[in-house]
C-alpha cells in the first residue's frame, strides 16, 4: 500500500480516516491559539487498545471527541466505557457534517 506520494482523491485512499483526524485536531489547535484558549489537549488509549481521538480539558471541563469520515450513525457513536467510567467527561462527535463549528 502506498502511502507517501499517494495523489489519489481522498476518497480512495486507504489512510483517509487518519489523515481526517490529523486536519482536525491541527486545525482545533490553532482555533485555539487563535481565541487564546488554555485547554489542555490529549489523546486517549486503554490498555485494551480502546481511544477517544482528541480530549481536551479546560479548568476540569472534559471532553472527549470521536472523529469520524463517514457521516451519519452519530446516535450510535459512543466513547469508550473505560473512558467514561474513569472520567467525568462530555462527548463530542465530530465529521463531515459539523466539523465547521468545531474547527472555527
Known sequence: MKIIGNLDPLELRPDKGALWENFLVSERIKQMAYRQRLARCY?????????????????????????????????????????????????????????????M
Open 43 to 103: 489523546f486517549w488509549r486503554s490498555r485494551q487498545q480502546q481511544e477517544v481521538d482528541f480530549v481536551e480539558d479546560e479548568g476540569g471541563k472534559i471532553t472527549g471527541f470521536e472523529f469520524k469520515w463517514n457521516a451519519g450513525g452519530q446516535g450510535r457513536l459512543k466513547l469508550p466505557r473505560t473512558f467514561t467510567q474513569a472520567y467525568d467527561a462530555q462527548s463530542r462527535f465530530v465529521d463531515r457534517s459539523n466539523f465547521r463549528e468545531f474547527v
